[in-house]
C-alpha cells in the first residue's frame, strides 16, 4: 500500500480502521518534512510574536514553555520590510532574507507528539517514508508497533511563498532529524512488518 500526504492542511492525511474502531494517521513523505508551522507577526513594541491566525494555533502554548521566541527576538534585532505595510519589492524580500537567518534549536520528538496530541481530533500514528510506522504518546490501538523517537530542530525562518508576486513569511517550525527506524511500516519496505491486520481498512 502507498500512502500520500495531504499537505498542508488541518485534517489527519486518512483513517485507519482496526478492531471495529476509527484512528486518524499521519503520513510524512520523509525526515525532511515540517511539522508544526505557526506563523509569526510583528509589531513595534511587542516585535516578533506567534500569530493567533495560524492553523496551528493551538501549539502556541507548547512553544511558550520552551521559550524559543525570546531567542527569535534576541537574534532578530532589526525591523522586517515584510511589516512595512507597503507593497514589498524584490528588494524587500532580498533584504529580510539577508537580515533574518535561520535560528535553530536542538529538539526530542516529544514535541512532534505533543503537538499531534493537540490537534483535534488527536493523531497518536504516523508513517514516515523510508523509517515506517510509529505510536505517538499512546499505542491506543495496541499495535505493539514502536514509539516515535528521535532529535530535531526547532527552526525560525523566512520562507518564500511565490518569488514573483514577492509573497513570503516568517514561521516557526519543527523538522526532525533522525529517528530509528520502526520494525514497522505501511508500504513494508525494507522488510518491515504491516503494522495492522489484513482486514483493517485505510482511508
Do not use: C
Not at 500512502?3 to 485507519?16: E, I, K, Q, R
Not at 525570546?70 to 524580500?93: A, C, H, M, V
Not at 508576486?165 to 520494525?183: D, H, Q
Amino acid at each position: 500500500m502507498e500512502l500520500v500526504s495531504a499537505g498542508a492542511t488541518d485534517m489527519p492525511d486518512g483513517y485507519f480502521r482496526h478492531d471495529e474502531r476509527t484512528y486518524p494517521l499521519e503520513i510524512k513523505k520523509d525526515l525532511s518534512a515540517d511539522f508544526a508551522q505557526i506563523e509569526l507577526a510583528w509589531n513595534v513594541r511587542s516585535k516578533f510574536l506567534y500569530s493567533d491566525r495560524s492553523k496551528n494555533a493551538e501549539f502556541i502554548s507548547v512553544l511558550e514553555k520552551e521559550r524559543f521566541l525570546d531567542e527569535i527576538n534576541e537574534k532578530w534585532t532589526d525591523s522586517p520590510k515584510k511589516f512595512s505595510g507597503k507593497q514589498l519589492t524584490q528588494y524587500d524580500r532580498s533584504w529580510d532574507q539577508d537580515h533574518f537567518q535561520d535560528i535553530k534549536r536542538e529538539i526530542d520528538a516529544v514535541l512532534v507528539e505533543q503537538f499531534y496530541s493537540l490537534k483535534n481530533p488527536p493523531i497518536n500514528y504516523i508513517q514516515i517514508g523510508g523509517k515506517g510506522f510509529f505510536y505517538m504518546s499512546s499505542d491506543i490501538a495496541r499495535l505493539n508497533v514502536p514509539r516515535l523517537k528521535g532529535k530535531g530542530i526547532l527552526r525560525a525562518r523566512l520562507k518564500t511563498r511565490d518569488s514573483r508576486e514577492n509573497k513570503y513569511g516568517f514561521l516557526v517550525a519543527i523538522k526532525l532529524r533522525r529517528t530509528i527506524s520502526s520494525t514497522h511500516d505501511v508500504e513494508e519496505k525494507d522488510g518491515r512488518k504491516f503494522p495492522f491486520s489484513r482486514n483493517a481498512t485505510y482511508f
